[in-house]
Nanobody, 116 residues
Framework: QVQLVESGGGLVQAGGSLRVSCAASGRIFAMNVMGWYRQAPGKQRELVASMHSDGFTRYADSVKGRFAISRDNAKNTVYLQMNSLKAEDTAVYYC??????????WGQGTQVTVSS
């Protein structure tokens, strides 16, 4: 079983920065995708950014140029650096891991609140 533990959420003023981290533990296949999704109240969960174990990245258009995803494969940890935060970035951010074979796991979520 794989567990994902997120950390680093919180309250920040608009224009500020925040970094969230997610550490995966358990049996993890080498080929995988780790990423971040978010869900704001009344909205569907959406992809924010993801990074394949080979380095390929994807970003939502709304965060391109402001957010940066990175990972430490040795530590099975993924990071999301969020800069120039806006009120509309307020959401619960969920860590996600998709592994070879179609296995998918979710973290418990961490709240990010941006005050305007």
């Amino acid at each position: 079983q794989v567990q994902l533990v997120e950390s680093g959420g919180g309250l920040v003023q608009a224009g500020g920065s925040l970094r969230v981290s997610c550490a995966a533990s358990g049996r993890i296949f080498a080929m995988n995708v780790m990423g971040w999704y978010r869900q704001a109240p009344g909205k569907q969960r959406e992809l924010v950014a993801s990074m394949h174990s080979d380095g390929f990245t994807r970003y939502a258009d709304s965060v391109k140029g402001r957010f940066a995803i990175s990972r430490d494969n040795a530590k099975n940890t993924v990071y999301l650096q969020m800069n120039s935060l806006k009120a509309e970035d307020t959401a619960v951010y969920y860590c996600n891991l998709w592994a070879q074979g179609g296995y998918e796991y979710w973290g418990q979520g961490t709240q990010v609140t941006v005050s305007s």
